[in-house]
């Protein structure tokens, strides 16, 4: 069996497909992992790496003394798989394979992933022969044509790829534990120190301070405005910008008729067409389309393995001779660009342009084959059309312009006016993307006077460099030898999502300063590009087997050595620098109650809340959700009414929350809340919100609210008091949402939320009233009836919890009640102490006090007590009766019946009902007990 290795599903899905031509493709699934057989072939796809580099076992306490962050770089490193079905697939299919071709992407990391994949298969199957198939587009010529000249795997190649991955792994784990640690940050707050991304992190910070540093210079503009044939002309002052203000008054003071035109030059422009993309070319282009450098490159990948274009990640710019150009065209005709294409055909320049970078591996980015805009869907069409009008403008004659410049003087002062006109739209007829401006100028001749119609004088400032944006960034890279033509995207993606810059264009957060700026003071080989740079001339020279990769390893080890002798002496000062400059990140704005900075305190369990930096004088705080909902972060925007740092909850996969103001977004949440009191009124609100009491709580406490609204003490009073009942009121909805949470189980459909509000409109705002509610309603509501019965009890059940305990009877005891079936307070207080006693283990003492309890809590009189002795007393008188069993005397302890006095005066019916007693039987008991009493009287008389 032949077995093919691509790599990723969807390419094995197409090569399978190429190569099957007219024979049937079987599409099978082995552990969810599809795999295409066709003839005697097996194609799988990999997933990218399957492995990845980790250190061996014993590194991963961060805080462990031995293996410290410095340990790290001489750490020996392991291959763990992380594609674990893909592995075992592999190994099954490569059992009985004799022939193995690795179909990875042609590239380094593409090389690595095949020789990973060799290995994988070497391992189960020593013998196998394993070739290799290249291609750089997944197109039926170039894949018929890689699979029949296959060559060997380039070990040189891969290896270069290793040493990066293990100069990567090292440099990055030791220095990102070891700053975090400096900083004492943990958990999702680590701070991630990388070989190419600090660096680049560095150079937008410093363009950062240079913007910031700049100081802006005044300079004026002095242009005039003529007209020729009707038209408009404004020529500007040979003197571009005068940089001081009397000059320019002064020339503009002298500017006067007559003007007259002192030269007319005529000349030809060629605007050369442009060059074929290589990534970063194609990033910039993207990005004028609005396209992030990521989400450009991820869909340049997926157009590349559906077969729409050749390979994206490419260094070249200079089509190779094998690259059948003509025959692209052919295969791009029918498409909506027909009319381009033959317009391309009938004017082709000689030669296509080529770019100053050529290399051997890839050809520049150029269409694959022909698709149309219904099967590619809007995103995809955008980058497709992007590279296929790239591709014919390279094709195509340059444009040609006729330009004029006409010089003028004015009472001396000399003026110029440029015009240009395209003749020859050349390429620009196939490239529209950026627009040719025109600027036609009137006939003019030298000589000439001319009518002057305005001057004007305008002040202008200079402005900082720009911020880099994306692609602008990655051009900056890609000088700065930072990265590759595959990572530098992700580079940048990393860096947003690290937190350390942000916005469009890139700016650095106060984080990603810290950082950079610690760095940069006590190791700055870390955010220079020298390092990085160094490194990719020594991945060039193991590809070109000048050196092999465990002696660059070794050598980056030395650095990072080196690196960690400076860290480490000054370990305290890194920490202590990042953390000063971090809190700033913290601080929201003035405190509404005494204007000092508010503050988002984040404490260890999820807890975070807004608090006051003047606390405990001030107590102002604003609660926040749990960080499970995301970490409290503020951002750029600041409320134009409290002047607070708008909050934003950050989580990690998911969208951020945007909280806003967090003091409107506190007033707005408790609106609600306020509008509950019977006596509230719009106004009174507002005069709240200027006296900061924002929440029912803050009403109910409030101390001056007399003054506040300017009502009388006693209405002050009433509003307090209603305050407090809303907030009790609260507190209950609150308990009571909270179960009916948890007693429903999540539904498709049914919110919980919509329930409750249901509940509460019929009336049901506690658990007390959820825990009599009528079946009927709960149904009424969408509560299925097998859910309405655990509901209620469970709230029965915490109700007659929460009347114990405010009865006061401590928890331990209820538990105990609990457990002995006596679940509310109607049974506490109807069954008899003494059974009570004797069912739970308390003492009769106890439970008796428990029992008083209860019964004044609710306003009833509480029964008798008894002393221990009492009772042992009247066991004792009643086990004496004969034919009185043990059985018997507990049915009578729980009807109350504890000695023969009670015993006598019952009704002999009445207590065979409650004890299940025979009637006949307590007779006996009575006529004994009769017999006795009438016997002690005799004795008394006796006596
Ligand atoms: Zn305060
Ligand atoms: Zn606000």
Redesign the pocket.
């Given at each position: 069996m032949h077995l093919i290795v691509a790599e990723k599903n969807i390419s094995a899905h197409r090569i399978a497909a190429i190569l099957a031509g007219k024979e049937k493709l079987l599409v099978s699934r082995d552990a969810g992992v599809p795999v295409y057989r066709f003839n005697e072939c097996a194609a799988i796809g990999l997933r990218g790496h399957v492995v990845e580099i980790d250190f061996e076992e014993g590194y991963t306490d961060w805080r462990s003394r031995e293996k410290t962050p410095r340990s790290l770089i001489d750490a020996r490193t392991i291959k763990v798989p992380t594609e674990k079905k893909i592995v075992l697939l592999l190994q099954k299919l490569s059992r009985s394979a004799d022939r193995v071709t690795i179909a990875t992407d042609y590239d380094t990391e593409g090389e690595l992933i095949g020789k990973e994949a060799f290995e994988l298969i070497r391992q189960v199957n020593p013998g196998v022969s394993v070739d290799r198939a290249r291609f750089s587009a997944i197109t039926p010529d170039e894949i018929r044509h890689a699979f029949g000249a296959t060559t060997a795997i380039d070990f040189d190649l891969a290896a270069a790829g290793e040493a990066r991955q293990v100069i990567d792994l090292m440099w990055g784990a030791s220095l990102t534990r070891f700053i975090s640690l400096a900083a004492r940050r943990g958990g999702a707050n680590i701070l991630s120190v990388g070989r190419v991304q600090s660096p680049t992190l560095a150079m937008i910070v410093d363009r950062e301070k240079e913007i910031e540093a700049f100081v802006s210079q005044m300079y004026w503009e002095l242009s005039l405005l003529t007209e020729k044939d009707g038209e408009v002309v404004q020529a500007r002052h040979q003197t571009a910008r005068f940089c001081e203000k009397a000059a320019a008054v002064a020339a503009r003071d002298r500017t006067t008729e007559p003007l007259v035109v002192t030269d007319v030059k005529e000349g030809n422009k060629t605007e050369r067409a442009p060059v074929p993309f290589d990534t970063t070319g194609f990033i910039v282009a993207s990005a004028r389309l609005g396209f992030s450098a990521a989400r450009a490159m991820r869909v340049a990948e997926d157009l590349y393995m559906n077969g729409y274009i050749s390979y994206p990640r490419t260094d070249n710019t200079v089509y190779p001779t094998s690259l059948d150009l003509t025959g692209i065209l052919r295969t791009l005709r029918p498409t909506e660009f027909e009319q381009e294409i033959d317009w391309v055909m009938a004017n082709r320049r000689p030669v296509p342009t080529r770019g100053k970078k050529s290399s051997t591996d890839h050809p520049p980015i150029h269409p694959a084959s022909a698709a149309t805009r219904q099967s590619l869907g809007d995103e995809r069409w955008k980058i497709y059309e992007l590279v296929v009008r790239r591709f014919l403008a390279t094709l195509s004659p340059d444009a040609r312009w006729r330009t004029m410049k006409v010089t003028f003087d004015a009472g001396g002062e000399p003026f110029a006016a440029t015009g240009g006109q395209l003749i020859e739209p050349g390429w620009r007829r196939v490239y529209p993307y950026s627009s040719a401006k025109e600027y036609l100028l009137p006939a003019m001749t030298a000589g000439e006077r001319l009518p002057l119609r305005e001057v004007s004088l305008e002040e202008k400032e200079t402005q900082p460099p720009p911020r880099y944006s994306q692609s602008k960034l990655i051009q900056q890279m890609e000088e700065q030898g930072l990265g590759t033509k595959s990572t530098r995207h992700e580079v940048i993606q990393k860096l947003i999502s690290r937190k350390y810059v942000e916005g469009n264009p890139l700016r650095p957060t106060l984080v990603g300063r810290a950082v950079t700026e610690s760095l940069e003071n006590h190791a700055d080989t870390i955010t220079r590009p020298a390092m990085t740079r160094t490194l990719e001339e020594h991945m060039q020279q193991i590809k070109e087997k000048m050196r092999s990769g465990k002696d660059v390893v070794s050598e980056s080890r030395g650095m990072l050595h080196a690196v960690f002798d400076q860290l480490e002496a000054h370990c305290h000062e890194i920490g202590n620098e990042i953390m000063e400059q971090t809190a700033e990140e913290l601080i929201l704005g003035p405190?509404p109650?005494?204007s000092?900075d508010l503050r988002i305190r984040h404490l260890r369990n999820q807890t975070q809340f807004i608090g006051?930096s003047?606390y405990p004088e001030?107590s102002?705080n604003i609660g926040l959700p749990m960080a499970m909902w995301g970490r409290a972060l503020r951002t750029d925007s600041i409320c134009q009414i409290h002047g607070l740092h708008h909050v934003r909850l950050v989580r990690k996969g998911s969208r951020p929350w945007e909280i806003g103001c967090p003091l409107c977004h506190h007033i707005e949440s408790n609106r609600e809340a306020l509008s509950l009191v019977p006596s509230m009124t719009p106004g009174f609100q507002q005069a709240l919100t200027s006296a900061h009491i924002y929440t029912i709580s803050e009403l109910a406490h409030a101390e001056n609210l007399g003054e506040i609204l300017g009502i009388s003490p006693g209405e002050a009073g009433k509003i307090r008091e209603e305050a407090g009942g809303v907030l009790g009121l609260l507190r209950r909805r609150s308990e009571c949402r909270k179960l009916v949470r948890r007693m429903l189980a999540p539904k498709k459909g049914r919110s919980p939320a919509k329930i409750i509000k249901k509940l509460q409109e019929a009336g049901i705002n506690d658990i007390a009233a959820l825990g009599q509610a009528d079946p009927a309603l709960l149904k009424k509501v969408g509560i299925m009836d097998s859910e309405a019965e655990s509901l209620l009890l469970e709230a029965q059940m915490v109700e007659n919890d929460r009347v114990l305990r405010a009865a006061g009877i401590p928890a331990a005891s209820i538990r105990k009640y609990l457990g002995a079936g006596i679940v509310s307070p109607d049974d506490l207080l109807s069954i008899p102490p003494a059974s009570l006693a004797e069912r739970t283990g308390l003492s009769l003492a106890t439970v008796q006090r428990h029992v008083d309890m209860m019964a004044r809590s609710r306003g009833e009189t509480p029964p008798p007590r008894y002393t221990k002795a009492q009772v042992r007393k009247g066991e004792k008188e009643l086990r004496s009766v004969p034919g009185l069993t043990s059985t018997a005397l507990g049915k009578l302890r729980d009807a109350g019946v504890i000695n023969g006095t009670l015993l006598l005066a019952g009704d002999p019916g009445a207590l065979a009902g409650r004890t299940g007693i025979p009637e006949e039987k307590i007779r006996n008991f009575q006529a004994v007990l009769r017999e006795r009493a009438k016997k002690k009287n005799d004795e008394i008389i006796v006596i």
């Amino acid at each position: 069996m032949h077995l093919i290795v691509a790599e990723k599903n969807i390419s094995a899905h197409r090569i399978a497909a190429i190569l099957a031509g007219k024979e049937k493709l079987l599409v099978s699934r082995d552990a969810g992992v599809p795999v295409y057989r066709f003839n005697e072939c097996a194609a799988i796809g990999l997933r990218g790496h399957v492995v990845e580099i980790d250190f061996e076992e014993g590194y991963t306490d961060w805080r462990s003394r031995e293996k410290t962050p410095r340990s790290l770089i001489d750490a020996r490193t392991i291959k763990v798989p992380t594609e674990k079905k893909i592995v075992l697939l592999l190994q099954k299919l490569s059992r009985s394979a004799d022939r193995v071709t690795i179909a990875t992407d042609y590239d380094t990391e593409g090389e690595l992933i095949g020789k990973e994949a060799f290995e994988l298969i070497r391992q189960v199957n020593p013998g196998v022969s394993v070739d290799r198939a290249r291609f750089s587009a997944i197109t039926p010529d170039e894949i018929r044509h890689a699979f029949g000249a296959t060559t060997a795997i380039d070990f040189d190649l891969a290896a270069a790829g290793e040493a990066r991955q293990v100069i990567d792994l090292m440099w990055g784990a030791s220095l990102t534990r070891f700053i975090s640690l400096a900083a004492r940050r943990g958990g999702a707050n680590i701070l991630s120190v990388g070989r190419v991304q600090s660096p680049t992190l560095a150079m937008i910070v410093d363009r950062e301070k240079e913007i910031e540093a700049f100081v802006s210079q005044m300079y004026w503009e002095l242009s005039l405005l003529t007209e020729k044939d009707g038209e408009v002309v404004q020529a500007r002052h040979q003197t571009a910008r005068f940089c001081e203000k009397a000059a320019a008054v002064a020339a503009r003071d002298r500017t006067t008729e007559p003007l007259v035109v002192t030269d007319v030059k005529e000349g030809n422009k060629t605007e050369r067409a442009p060059v074929p993309f290589d990534t970063t070319g194609f990033i910039v282009a993207s990005a004028r389309l609005g396209f992030s450098a990521a989400r450009a490159m991820r869909v340049a990948e997926d157009l590349y393995m559906n077969g729409y274009i050749s390979y994206p990640r490419t260094d070249n710019t200079v089509y190779p001779t094998s690259l059948d150009l003509t025959g692209i065209l052919r295969t791009l005709r029918p498409t909506e660009f027909e009319q381009e294409i033959d317009w391309v055909m009938a004017n082709r320049r000689p030669v296509p342009t080529r770019g100053k970078k050529s290399s051997t591996d890839h050809p520049p980015i150029h269409p694959a084959s022909a698709a149309t805009r219904q099967s590619l869907g809007d995103e995809r069409w955008k980058i497709y059309e992007l590279v296929v009008r790239r591709f014919l403008a390279t094709l195509s004659p340059d444009a040609r312009w006729r330009t004029m410049k006409v010089t003028f003087d004015a009472g001396g002062e000399p003026f110029a006016a440029t015009g240009g006109q395209l003749i020859e739209p050349g390429w620009r007829r196939v490239y529209p993307y950026s627009s040719a401006k025109e600027y036609l100028l009137p006939a003019m001749t030298a000589g000439e006077r001319l009518p002057l119609r305005e001057v004007s004088l305008e002040e202008k400032e200079t402005q900082p460099p720009p911020r880099y944006s994306q692609s602008k960034l990655i051009q900056q890279m890609e000088e700065q030898g930072l990265g590759t033509k595959s990572t530098r995207h992700e580079v940048i993606q990393k860096l947003i999502s690290r937190k350390y810059v942000e916005g469009n264009p890139l700016r650095p957060t106060l984080v990603g300063r810290a950082v950079t700026e610690s760095l940069e003071n006590h190791a700055d080989t870390i955010t220079r590009p020298a390092m990085t740079r160094t490194l990719e001339e020594h991945m060039q020279q193991i590809k070109e087997k000048m050196r092999s990769g465990k002696d660059v390893v070794s050598e980056s080890r030395g650095m990072l050595h080196a690196v960690f002798d400076q860290l480490e002496a000054h370990c305290h000062e890194i920490g202590n620098e990042i953390m000063e400059q971090t809190a700033e990140e913290l601080i929201l704005g003035p405190c509404p109650v005494c204007s000092r900075d508010l503050r988002i305190r984040h404490l260890r369990n999820q807890t975070q809340f807004i608090g006051c930096s003047n606390y405990p004088e001030c107590s102002f705080n604003i609660g926040l959700p749990m960080a499970m909902w995301g970490r409290a972060l503020r951002t750029d925007s600041i409320c134009q009414i409290h002047g607070l740092h708008h909050v934003r909850l950050v989580r990690k996969g998911s969208r951020p929350w945007e909280i806003g103001c967090p003091l409107c977004h506190h007033i707005e949440s408790n609106r609600e809340a306020l509008s509950l009191v019977p006596s509230m009124t719009p106004g009174f609100q507002q005069a709240l919100t200027s006296a900061h009491i924002y929440t029912i709580s803050e009403l109910a406490h409030a101390e001056n609210l007399g003054e506040i609204l300017g009502i009388s003490p006693g209405e002050a009073g009433k509003i307090r008091e209603e305050a407090g009942g809303v907030l009790g009121l609260l507190r209950r909805r609150s308990e009571c949402r909270k179960l009916v949470r948890r007693m429903l189980a999540p539904k498709k459909g049914r919110s919980p939320a919509k329930i409750i509000k249901k509940l509460q409109e019929a009336g049901i705002n506690d658990i007390a009233a959820l825990g009599q509610a009528d079946p009927a309603l709960l149904k009424k509501v969408g509560i299925m009836d097998s859910e309405a019965e655990s509901l209620l009890l469970e709230a029965q059940m915490v109700e007659n919890d929460r009347v114990l305990r405010a009865a006061g009877i401590p928890a331990a005891s209820i538990r105990k009640y609990l457990g002995a079936g006596i679940v509310s307070p109607d049974d506490l207080l109807s069954i008899p102490p003494a059974s009570l006693a004797e069912r739970t283990g308390l003492s009769l003492a106890t439970v008796q006090r428990h029992v008083d309890m209860m019964a004044r809590s609710r306003g009833e009189t509480p029964p008798p007590r008894y002393t221990k002795a009492q009772v042992r007393k009247g066991e004792k008188e009643l086990r004496s009766v004969p034919g009185l069993t043990s059985t018997a005397l507990g049915k009578l302890r729980d009807a109350g019946v504890i000695n023969g006095t009670l015993l006598l005066a019952g009704d002999p019916g009445a207590l065979a009902g409650r004890t299940g007693i025979p009637e006949e039987k307590i007779r006996n008991f009575q006529a004994v007990l009769r017999e006795r009493a009438k016997k002690k009287n005799d004795e008394i008389i006796v006596i």
